[in-house]
């Protein structure tokens, strides 16, 4: 798979780009995949998953990772309910001795895209104490992305928040042909 790589381009005047404050932008692949990130995070370029701390390795308290699955064009995935695919993924059916609990798993239906998510308490096998992760499969435009954000539960209360941002602000397969311009500008 082609390594991912981080460009920051000098934007144009009235550029289509907006974002909460406090946040930036994260857009791979043209627009395959966009969503807002707390301002003060790193960015890891790489091969998929796409990885984001929020502080500097290795001193960071939490990662969120996405991977990116494109779909043959064309396909109704509707009859394939998303969240048994998430439960499926999730090995609901097999007992995991890490695992301590799993949340039960939200649907959230928009007009451009469905996604399904959860929250996992597990035993962290290396730190030998509870962690947390929020799964995320979110699917619409001949896409697929899966999200998790891995966290420590003392942390939960600060990243609630980034969480609910990143799902509100996922956008799947609006291209653009110019990043510095931007995404049409809606009035």
Avoid at 31 to 53: C, K, N, S
Wanted: glycine share 4%.
């Amino acid at each position: 798979m082609a390594k991912l790589s981080k460009q920051s381009l000098r934007m144009k005047e009235n550029h289509g780009w907006r974002s909460k404050p406090g946040y930036q932008i994260l857009v791979l692949d043209r627009g395959a995949v966009r969503f807002d990130f707390p301002r003060d995070w790193f960015f890891e370029p790489g091969p998929y998953p796409v990885t984001l701390h929020d502080r500097e390795p290795p001193n960071d308290e939490c990662r969120l990772q996405l991977s990116l699955f494109r779909t043959p064009p064309g396909i109704d995935w509707s009859p394939l309910p998303l969240p048994q695919l998430l439960a499926d993924a999730m090995k609901d059916d097999e007992p995991d001795p890490e695992v301590i609990s799993r949340g039960e798993i939200v649907h959230v239906e928009r007009r451009d895209l469905e996604l399904v998510w959860r929250e996992t308490r597990r035993t962290d096998p290396n730190e030998k104490r509870e962690a947390r992760s929020r799964s995320c499969l979110a699917r619409g435009a001949d896409l697929h992305v899966l999200i998790t954000l891995d966290f420590w539960p003392a942390d939960a209360k600060r990243l609630e928040p980034v969480w609910d941002e990143v799902l509100r602000s996922l956008r799947l397969g609006q291209y653009v042909a110019d990043p510095t311009v931007g995404p049409p500008v809606m009035h």
